[in-house]
């Protein structure tokens, strides 16, 4: 793979912060994945819509509400209408900690 001048990464950073996306992010992603190992980290670090209700144990109506509520962190793939959506897995357990009840209720 032929690397990619920092000039150039500068400049598309620039271009794609204004829009919401961070391209350091998504070249580190796609980086991994094309080395082969990198698969499964990916997975760690981010989850599909149905991996992420899945693992939640939530529906994709409730997903949706969190990512505009709760600023659940999503990168999409594509700016595309028809892009894939990836959540990270690190803020889906923070706002999945953040709904956890500390105890049982205490009986009365």
Known sequence: MVPIPVEVIKTVQCLLNFHGYNFKEM???????KEGGGEQEQKDKYLTMAEATAYAKISRW?????????????????SARCGRLLISKKSLDAILESLCISGPPEAK
Do not use: G
Request: no cysteine; charged share 20%; net charge positive.
């Open 62 to 78: 409730t997903l949706s509400r969190w990512m505009v509520s709760k600023n659940l962190k999503i990168m999409k793939t594509n």
């Open 27 to 33: 070249l580190d992603v796609y980086q991994q994945s």
